[in-house]
C-alpha cells in the first residue's frame, strides 16, 4: 500500500506520491503532508555512516516511494541524481562543528538537491502517464537555475520560469535564461512576492484547467523529500548513532528546514534546529509572540534567495506541531508554540551583521561564506550562548557557492572566489527571456500562448 499525502487545509482527498508531485499544490489550495511518517531505526542510522550520499538518498527515499517505484530504479535515480560531492568541512578552531557544503551541484546551490531528484521523478511519471506537462515555478534566484538545469531537456515537460527582474544577479539569470529548449524564462516587473502571487493563482485558474500545470517551487512535496537526505548525511558523519545533533538552515521559505523536520519525524535526533532568516523576520517575530504578520513586500536582502516575507512552508510547519495555517497565512488552530519553542531556535539577521559574519568567519576560522551561509553562521552563533553545545556535534549549512557573489565577497575579503568552469562559461553565453508586468491576465494569456504553440 503506497504512502498517502493530505493537504494541510484538510479539504482535498488523500493522494500517493505521484499525484502528489504531479499535482504539486492540492486543489484547496493546502500542502501535501505524508499522513504518517515512515520510521528509521537507530540500526538503520547507524548503517548510513559507511554509506556513499546517492545510497542514503536511496535507502531514505525508497520509505516514500514503496508501490509507487520499484527499488531499482529509484537507486539508479539516486545515483544519476547525485553524482557530486557533498564536503562535510570541519570548522577550524572549533570541536565538533562543522560546515555542510550543499553547493557542488551543477548550479552551485543546495536547490540542485531537490531539482534533480524531482525532476527524475515527474519525468518517469510523465513517461508512464504519456501526457505533456508544464512546470511553473517561482523564483527568487536559486530555485529557478537548479529547476531549470535539472528540466532542461526531460521529454515531456515544459518549464516556465518566473523571477523578480531586479532581484536576481547576472550570473542567477544566466543560468536560467542561457539554457532555452524546454525551458522558459520570464522576467516580472515586480517582486518575488509577486511572482509567487501569480504562480498561485494560475494554479488556482479554473480558465486554465486544460492546461496539465505542476510546480517545483517548495510547495511541491517532492521538493522536501529529498532535503530530508543531506540532514541524515552529516548526522552519520558526524554524531554517534542516537547522539542528538546542532543543524543551523538559514532559511526563506522553509522548504530546506522543513527537510530537517521531515528527517526528524522519521527518526533522526535533532537536538535543536536553528532557523536563522534575514531581514524578513516574520518567523522570528512569530516564534516569540505566537502572533503571525506576514511582511508585504517583502525586504530585498542580501542573502537574496531568502527574501520571503511569508513562507509557504509554515503551513507545513504549523502542521506537524498540530495546528492549521491556511495559504494566506490566516491561523486557524494554532500549533503547539511551546514545543516549537522547545524544538527551534530563530532570529533575523541585517545585511550589516551578514557582511561582518563574512569577514568575521574569514578572520577567526578560515571559513568561507556566502550571505546566505553568513546568515547561518551567524544564527548558529546567535544560538549557541542560549544552550551550550558541551560536546554536542553542529551542523551549519551552507547552501551556495561563495562563486555565485564574486562583488560583494571582493568588498568584504578582498579577494574573489575561485570560479567553477560551468559558471565561468555561462558569461559567454547569449540569454534569452520574456518580460512581463505584475499583472494576472497578462499572465494567463502568456500560458494560453504557449501552450497553443505546443
Ligand atoms: C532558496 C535558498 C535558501 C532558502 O531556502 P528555503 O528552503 O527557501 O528556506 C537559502 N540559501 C540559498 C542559497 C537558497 O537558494
Redesign the pocket.
Known amino acids: 500500500m503506497p504512502l498517502l499525502f493530505h493537504s494541510t487545509n484538510g479539504q482535498s482527498p488523500d493522494v500517493n506520491l505521484r499525484d502528489a508531485l504531479l499535482i504539486g499544490q492540492a486543489p484547496d489550495r493546502g500542502l501535501y503532508l505524508p499522513r504518517e511518517f515512515p520510521k528509521l531505526t537507530h540500526h538503520d542510522l547507524a548503517g548510513f555512516a559507511k554509506l556513499p550520499y546517492h545510497a542514503i538518498a536511496f535507502e531514505v527515499l525508497r520509505r516514500f516511494t514503496g508501490g509507487i517505484i520499484d527499488d531499482e530504479a529509484l537507486e539508479e535515480l539516486c545515483r544519476d541524481a547525485y553524482a557530486y560531492a557533498v564536503p562535510l568541512e570541519p570548522v577550524r578552531g572549533l570541536d565538533r562543528v562543522c560546515v555542510l557544503r550543499l553547493d557542488q551541484g551543477p548550479t552551485l546551490?543546495?536547490?540542485d538537491f531537490a531539482a534533480r531528484m524531482m525532476a527524475r521523478l515527474i519525468g518517469r511519471f510523465v513517461r508512464e502517464n504519456g501526457q505533456t506537462l508544464t512546470i511553473l515555478t517561482a523564483t527568487?534566484?536559486?530555485?529557478g537555475s537548479?529547476v531549470a538545469s535539472a528540466f532542461h531537456g526531460v521529454e515531456g515537460i515544459r518549464a516556465i520560469v518566473l523571477f523578480p527582474l531586479g532581484e536576481v544577479s547576472a550570473r542567477q539569470r544566466k543560468q536560467m535564461t542561457t539554457l532555452r529548449e524546454n525551458i522558459r524564462t520570464l522576467a516580472i516587473d515586480g517582486k518575488f512576492d509577486d511572482c509567487q502571487a501569480l504562480v498561485r493563482r494560475a494554479f488556482a485558474d479554473p480558465a486554465l484547467k486544460r492546461i496539465p500545470l505542476s510546480s517545483a517551487n517548495?510547495i511541491n512535496i517532492g521538493r522536501l523529500l529529498p532535503?530530508s537526505v543531506y540532514y541524515f548525511y552529516a548526522a552519520a558523519r558526524l554524531a554517534q548513532p542516537g547522539e542528538p545533533i546542532v543543524f543551523a538552515?538559514?532559511?526563506?521559505?522553509?522548504?530546506?528546514?522543513?527537510g530537517a523536520i521531515i528527517a526528524g519525524q522519521m527518526g533522526l535526533p535533532i537536538k535543536r534546529l536553528v532557523v536563522p532568516v534575514n531581514g524578513n523576520d516574520e518567523f522570528p517575530r512569530f516564534l516569540a509572540t505566537g502572533r503571525y504578520d506576514k511582511i508585504e513586500p517583502s525586504r530585498a536582502c542580501l542573502?537574496n534567495?531568502?527574501n520571503?516575507g511569508h513562507?509557504s512552508?509554515l503551513a507545513r510547519l504549523v502542521a506537524v506541531y498540530g495546528g492549521q495555517m491556511d495559504e494566506t497565512g490566516r491561523i486557524n488552530f494554532a500549533p503547539d508554540m511551546a514545543a516549537l519553542r522547545r524544538d527551534l531556535f530563530s532570529t533575523g539577521v541585517s545585511d550589516e551583521q551578514t557582511r561582518a559574519t563574512i569577514q568575521q568567519a574569514w578572520t577567526d576560522h578560515e571559513l568561507l561564506l556566502?550571505p546566505?551561509?553568513a546568515v547561518g553562521w551567524r544564527g548558529f552563533l546567535d544560538y549557541v550562548p542560549t544552550e551550550p553545545l558541551n560536546g554536542s556535534p553542529a551542523v551549519v549549512l551552507e547552501?551556495?557557492h561563495p562563486a555565485?557573489f564574486p562583488e560583494e565577497i571582493e568588498k568584504i575579503l578582498g579577494f574573489t572566489p575561485t570560479v567553477p568552469p560551468a559558471l565561468a562559461a555561462l558569461d559567454k553565453l547569449a540569454e534569452d527571456y520574456d518580460r512581463l508586468a505584475v499583472n494576472y491576465a497578462a499572465f494567463r494569456d502568456y500560458l494560453s500562448e504557449r501552450h497553443a504553440a505546443g
Not at 538552515?249 to 522543513?258: E, I, K
Open positions: 546551490s543546495f536547490k527568487s534566484g536559486d530555485t537548479a517548495s532535503q538552515v538559514p532559511s526563506g521559505n522553509f522548504g530546506d528546514m522543513m542573502s534567495a531568502m520571503v513562507p512552508n556566502e546566505h551561509g547552501t551556495a555565485k
